[in-house]
């Protein structure tokens, strides 16, 4: 059974950094995408960034390329994402998702992912 569990998020002053993670487990292997998106209240699910099977291909939402970092340490089975000058529109919960038919070029949309964490919170104050 695929589980992703998600850790990092928390109460962060504006222009300031944190870093999730995501660990993936019970799957064989890490010969598959990931990604990150983000939900605030009463608002449809966004896509926030994602990353192929070995890192060597990323995408990111407008709203967050040159802030947002996504990343991957296979052999620790996790995928991060360091969020810096973080903003109060930033405030959602983020979750991480696996999508297992895809390896190398990362999707945008959540009806590509097949499994999803429970999701961290993240909220900025201004």
């Known amino acids: 059974q695929v589980q992703l569990v998600e850790s990092g998020g928390g109460l962060v002053q504006a222009g300031g950094s944190l870093t999730l993670s995501c660990v993936f487990s019970?799957?064989?292997?890490?010969?598959?995408?990931m990604g990150w998106f983000l939900q605030a209240p009463g608002k449809e699910r966004e896509f926030v960034a994602a990353i192929s099977r070995r890192g060597r291909s990323t995408a990111y939402a407008d709203s967050v390329k040159g802030r947002f970092t996504i990343s991957r340490d296979n052999a620790k089975n996790t995928v991060y994402l360091r969020m810096n000058n973080l903003k109060p529109e930033d405030t959602a919960v983020y979750s991480c998702?696996?999508?297992?038919?895809?390896?190398?070029?990362?999707?945008?949309?959540?009806?590509?992912?097949?499994?999803w964490g429970q999701g961290t919170q993240v909220t900025v104050s201004s």
């Open positions: 998702a696996a999508d297992l038919r895809t390896s190398f070029s990362p999707k945008n949309y959540p009806s590509a992912y097949d499994y």
């Open positions: 019970g799957v064989t292997g890490s010969n598959f995408a």
